[in-house]
């Protein structure tokens, strides 16, 4: 049985972490959040230390670990504020344990090479939760795409519209400069998962970008992608609407659906537990295209690479 520590107890996906460490027989024994509003403990662990001031759980993780008595941790999930994932990390490799991260594991690309360091002087891990590369569908779907030898290049569509309210932009995820806005912040495990199956992006366009959404064009070495994320309720499909969902996820292969949007954080960490796991080096590439995204300028591009959906919000 290893021991867990928590950061960002309270957060959306805290619980998913939380499942993942019971439903893999490990134990949580400490956890960390500015808000106390953490009752969902209670549904998975009833014993936990649980601090709302980050100085004081630190201290709490130093002294296991220099009592070495049992209860030392071995693994640290951080579910934290995208732009406090860094420290979080450091911290986790610095008390002797490996660090498990939701995405992104940080804002940007340099901040990986700086990570590795702290790796290799600690000699501890860092793992990123990159689920979709877990899911069967998709992993059946890269082996087909790696087994086609021809210089075919496959027509995606990528959709993903989660509609968030006025509060989303008075929180961090709001703040470009915290959460590395929509690309980053909704778009990340996407653009893992199709650098992963159809490998470096050769050429990037962004046809639209603001605070609720973007999207654009990219051309990888073995598709021409177009995609289009947003926080946007008026972007949603009718028939979304009228049967009352507020997410809308798609990806069109060929005109064909592609699964592979199950929770799988359990999965994830088996697959950790197990010697495996994502590191560093798979995180980057999908950093540096959130990045470029980012920071590119946008331009109009051909009618034929802007999303579909896209077409109406900028007129084409």
Not at 45 to 66: G, P, Y
Not at 124 to 148: A, P, S
Not at 256 to 280: C, M, N, P, R, W
């Amino acid at each position: 049985m290893k021991n867990f520590a928590l950061v960002g107890a309270a957060g959306y996906i805290a619980p998913r972490h939380m499942k993942a460490i019971k439903d893999t027989g490990n134990r949580l024994v400490c956890a960390v959040d500015p808000s106390d509003s953490v009752g969902i403990l209670d549904s998975y662990f009833d014993d936990v230390d649980f601090f709302t001031e980050f100085e004081r759980f630190d201290r709490h993780v130093e002294m296991l670990r220099r009592k070495n008595a049992g209860d030392e941790i071995h693994y640290v999930s951080i579910c934290s504020p995208n732009y406090l994932h860094d420290a979080h990390i450091r911290f986790a490799l610095r008390v002797g344990a490996d660090a498990i991260c939701e995405k992104p594991l940080v804002l940007n690309p340099w901040n990986l090479d700086a990570l590795a360091e702290v790796e290799k002087d600690f000699g501890k891990r860092i793992y990123n939760v990159l689920q979709l590369r877990i899911h069967q569908t998709i992993r059946d779907l890269r082996e087909k795409v790696l087994k086609n030898k021809s210089k075919h290049k496959y027509l995606i569509d990528l959709t993903y519209i989660t509609s968030r309210g006025k509060w989303y932009f008075y929180s961090w995820k709001g703040d470009i400069e915290k959460s590395g806005g929509v690309a980053t912040n909704i778009g990340i495990h996407f653009f893992d998962m199709l650098n992963w199956i159809f490998g470096k992006v050769q050429h990037l366009e962004v046809h639209y970008s603001d605070r609720k959404k973007v999207g654009g064009f990219m051309e990888l070495e073995r598709a021409n992608v177009r995609w289009f994320l947003s926080l946007d309720r008026d972007d949603l499909p009718q028939k979304a609407v009228q049967e009352g969902k507020r997410t809308f996820r798609s990806i069109l292969i060929e005109n064909q659906v592609s699964g592979g949007f199950t929770d799988l954080h359990t999965e994830v960490y088996k697959d950790i537990l197990a010697g495996k796991g994502y590191g560093i080096e798979d995180a980057r590439p999908s950093i540096e295209l959130a990045y470029r995204i980012r920071h590119a300028r946008v331009t109009s591009g051909d009618k034929e690479k802007v999303h579909p959906i896209l077409r109406s919000v900028i007129g084409k």
